[in-house]
């Protein structure tokens, strides 16, 4: 038993290997002002569909559409501060500070302040333009 055990091991040993991701894609983005999205790990950029990694940039002013996705987001905001709106109020994260989402809550992201804001977006399920539910512009 304990031969096949090791045999079994070092099978999945040999073709488990880190995959390097060399560049991000750009991913157009919704919303009233231009917002970059880099997705390093998801769909896209490496077809990942249980998780999805990107980086996005956001001026001062943006605002998307609402939206009622259909996967877990976590948001941790690196330099300015965006806004979560929800069915209960509204979340002001700043830098430093994270943020999560559940799977069916209404939500909106925005970025008020002058400076814009960059911020990490994780999504699980990986994000799609068919989970996401946007509401209507």
């Known amino acids: 038993m304990r031969k096949i055990r090791e045999i079994v091991v070092d099978s999945v040993k040999s073709k488990a290997m880190p995959r390097l991701i060399e560049r991000p894609t750009v991913v157009q ?3 009233n002002k231009p917002k970059q999205i880099q997705e390093f790990a998801g769909r896209v950029n490496s077809g990942h569909g249980g998780v999805s ?3 996005m940039v956001s001026p001062g002013g943006w605002l998307e559409p609402g939206q009622r996705p259909q996967f877990e987001e976590i948001t941790v905001v690196l330099r300015g ?3 979560v709106e929800h069915e209960g109020g509204v979340i002001d994260v700043r830098a430093g500070q994270a943020v999560v989402t559940a799977p069916g ?3 909106r992201y925005s970025s ?6 960059e911020y990490i977006a994780v999504c699980l399920p990986a994000f799609s333009p068919d989970t996401v539910h946007r509401d209507p512009e």
């Open 29 to 31: 983005a919704a919303g």
């Open 53 to 55: 990694v990107a980086r």
């Open 81 to 83: 501060m965006v806004r």
């Open 105 to 107: 809550e209404w939500i």
């Open 112 to 117: 008020p302040e002058p400076e814009g804001a």
